[in-house]
């Protein structure tokens, strides 16, 4: 397992359209295992397999550390060829930020429950009725395989500004744990 570079904006890898997974085999495996090493290094809750460079449908969340401050155990999920079915018609909002899109936070408007059908881990199809922050993060890192970063749902002069300032941001990081904001939230 290895930690790797998380590509952030304005990098045009972010605008590409991830393929399928053909095959789940060790060679799968291995990228979800290292995205979600690379994801608790940054640290997050969700990352897409092009966010490290690799266009394949693949996503790692872990929602487990949001509003538990105490809670050391992890809970892993992981997402090949993820397809949302039924979305809600009720939106709720999050102000969500993005390991691509580092120093940004934004509130962002998604239907507040979904269904995930998706290939698991083993390369087992699976349902998953996702609600709440899970929803939306799912939504997401979605967004991410059909190459839209979040900062693509607000207005252009909006989104505009927000490129600006994190493209400002990493060239000077601060070392605001990024976890904290939904911490805040809950």
């Avoid at 693509?152 to 400002?168: F, Q, T, V, W």
Wanted: hydrophobic fraction near 35%; charge should be negative; glycine fraction near 4%.
């Amino acid at each position: 397992m290895a930690i790797r570079e998380i590509i952030k904006v304005p990098n045009p890898i972010l605008k590409k359209v991830s393929k399928p997974v053909d095959v789940v085999d060790d060679d799968t495996r291995k990228i979800l295992d290292d995205m979600l090493d690379t994801m608790y290094d940054a640290p997050g809750i969700g990352l897409a397999a092009i966010q490290i460079g690799i266009p394949l449908r693949m996503l790692v969340i872990d929602i487990s550390s949001i509003g538990d401050q105490d809670n050391n155990e992890k809970n892993p999920q992981f997402f090949i060829n993820p397809e949302i079915l039924d979305p809600s018609n009720n939106l709720s909002s999050f102000e969500e930020g993005c390991l691509s899109v580092p120093g940004i936070w934004e509130e962002i408007e998604r239907p507040d429950e979904c269904i995930v059908k998706f290939v698991n881990r083993n390369g087992q199809k699976e349902e998953k009725k996702c609600k709440g922050l899970l929803a939306t993060v799912i939504q997401h890192e979605m967004d991410h395989l059909e190459g839209i970063v979040f900062v693509d749902h607000l207005s252009r002069l909006k989104r505009d500004l927000s490129i600006k300032k994190s493209i400002k941001f990493q060239k000077n990081p601060t070392k605001e744990n990024r976890l904290s904001r939904y911490n805040e939230q809950q």
